[in-house]
T-cell receptor
Framework: EAQVTQNPRYLITVTGKKLTVTCSQN?????MSWYRQDPGLGLRQIYY???????DKGDVPEGYKVSRKEKRNFPLILESPSPNQTSLYFC???????????FGPGTRLTVT | KQEVTQIPAALSVPEGENLVLNCSFT??????LQWFRQDPGKGLTSLLL???SQREQTSGRLNASLDKSSGRSTLYIAASQPGDSATYLC????????????WGLGTSLAVNP
């Protein structure tokens, strides 16, 4: 089954404790993105990647890092989480030339 | 700069009604438009994708239309059911580089038994 998976689905952590949210897709897609969703602000892109070792900032990259060492994986790293990063996070992927985006189930992060 | 607007923000209807959700965008140079469904606190389910060359797409009781020249798309839901209650989001790829989706804020739909 074609899918995008994210882990963990729920996470409560404390300010400053480094964390990683994993994302994996099994569709051999070139493009992957991370979005965050906040009430009243909608979905905003954090980072995207066009292929292995090619990443670039989206609209709200501050406080986040990503890496793309393998085509299937695109982890989101919060080196020092802060309460304003409490949000619902989505990973997405799409193939080159095929513009339909596929989304993971979301990760609800709470930073206290 | 592309902007996507969805009206109404919320809608409550009795079961069985046919309804229309609206999505408008400011830049007509889009590759496609995608409609999604989101259940409370949960993930995004892709409902329909309309390519820029298409006028409409259908899936079951859902029909999405696209009018690029007027910057509008509508999602028509026939014979609504309580299980259709969710937030419906539309999104278009960012013009020029297609590196991200530009999202509306969604229409929150409640279908009452």
């Amino acid at each position: 089954e074609a899918q995008v998976t994210q882990n963990p689905r729920y996470l409560i952590t404390v300010t400053g404790k480094k964390l990683t949210v994993t994302c994996s897709q099994n569709m051999n897609h070139e493009y992957m993105s991370w979005y965050r969703q906040d009430p009243g602000l909608g979905l905003r892109q954090i980072y995207y990647s066009m292929n292995v070792e090619v990443t670039d900032k989206g609209d709200v990259p501050e406080g986040y890092k990503v890496s793309r060492k393998e085509k299937r994986n695109f982890p989101l790293i919060l080196e020092s989480p802060s309460p304003n990063q409490t949000s619902l996070y989505f990973c997405a992927s799409r193939g080159q030339g095929n513009y339909e985006q596929y989304f993971g189930p979301g990760t609800r992060l709470t930073v206290t | 700069k592309q902007e996507v607007t969805q009206i109404p923000a919320a809608l409550s209807v009795p079961e069985g009604e046919n309804l229309v959700l609206n999505c408008s965008f400011t830049d007509s140079a889009i590759y496609n438009l995608q409609w999604f469904r989101q259940d409370p606190g949960k993930g995004l389910t892709s409902l329909l994708l309309i390519q820029s060359s298409q006028r409409e797409q259908t899936s079951g009781r859902l029909n999405a239309s696209l009018d690029k020249s007027s910057g509008r798309s509508t999602l028509y839901i026939a014979a609504s059911q309580p299980g259709d209650s969710a937030t419906y989001l539309c999104a278009v790829p960012n013009a020029g580089n297609n590196r991200k989706l530009i999202w509306g804020l969604g229409t929150s739909l409640a279908v009452n038994p």
